[in-house]
Antibody
Framework: EVQLLESGGGLVQPGGSLRLSCAAS????????MTWVRQAPGKGLEWVST????????YYAGSVKGRFTISRDNSENTLYLQMNSLRAEDTAVYYC???????????????WGQGTLVTVSS | EIVLTQSPGTLSLSPGERATLSCRAS???????LAWYQQKPGQAPRLLIF???SRATGIPDRFSGSGSGTDFIFTISRLEPEDFAVYYC?????????FGGGTKVEIK
């Protein structure tokens, strides 16, 4: 059974940094592209970033490019999202998600974690 | 980027009725790479449909998808109590991947 467990969320001041983690199990982690999707309170879903299975290709939404960095440790089956220069509009639940079939680019997502809440506020 | 517009915003129906949701893209979705997700309050989204019309693993056949190009339809043939939720479409044919704003299916 695929399991994805996010951690690292919390309250941070504007301009601050936070690193999210997603521990994966139940599938061959290095064979799946992995993605972060976020959802602001009461709002819809927003794709944030994707990393290829090998980690050599990364993709970012325009709203986070230059501030967020996605990475992965395939030896530890863990996905990361380093978030810098955080803004109030980054406040959201952040989900990690496994791509259904793609290895190298964002596709559709057949397994999701339960999410971790990031609140950016002074 | 491709903008996905879902309609209606809210659909009020009774159990046993048929639900029809629309997702319109601002430009053609490459290879009909269009997915549908269900999200219940406090839960993560769940993949229902990919490739516009293929059901994901374990998804009941009362859920179906159709369409191509810029116009896509998601149908629940007979609503079960557990189907009342928010539904999102997503395109993954062009970068960046984008989601629609969602349709809430509520109990009438």
């Amino acid at each position: 059974e695929v399991q994805l467990l996010e951690s690292g969320g919390g309250l941070v001041q504007p301009g601050g940094s936070l690193r999210l983690s997603c521990a994966a199990s139940g599938f061959t982690f290095s064979s799946s592209a992995m993605t972060w999707v976020r959802q602001a309170p009461g709002k819809g879903l927003e794709w944030v970033s994707t990393i290829s299975g090998s980690g050599d290709k990364t993709y970012y939404a325009g709203s986070v490019k230059g501030r967020f960095t996605i990475s992965r440790d395939n030896s530890e089956n863990t996905l990361y999202l380093q978030m810098n220069s955080l803004r109030a509009e980054d406040t959201a639940v952040y989900y990690c998600a496994k791509d259904r079939v793609r290895i190298a680019a964002p596709g559709n997502f057949d397994s999701w974690g339960q999410g971790t809440l990031v609140t950016v506020s002074s | 980027e491709i903008v996905l517009t879902q309609s209606p915003g809210t659909l009020s129906l009774s159990p046993g009725e048929r639900a029809t949701l629309s997702c319109r893209a601002s430009q053609s979705v490459s290879n009909n790479y269009l997915a549908w997700y269900q999200q219940k309050p406090g839960q993560a989204p769940r993949l229902l449909i990919f490739g516009a019309s293929s059901r994901a693993t374990g998804i009941p056949d009362r859920f179906s998808g159709s369409g191509s190009g810029t116009d896509f339809i998601f149908t629940i043939s007979r609503l079960e109590p557990e189907d009342f939720a928010v539904y999102y479409c997503q395109q993954y044919g062009s970068s960046p991947v984008t989601f629609g704003g969602g349709t809430k299916v509520e109990i009438k």
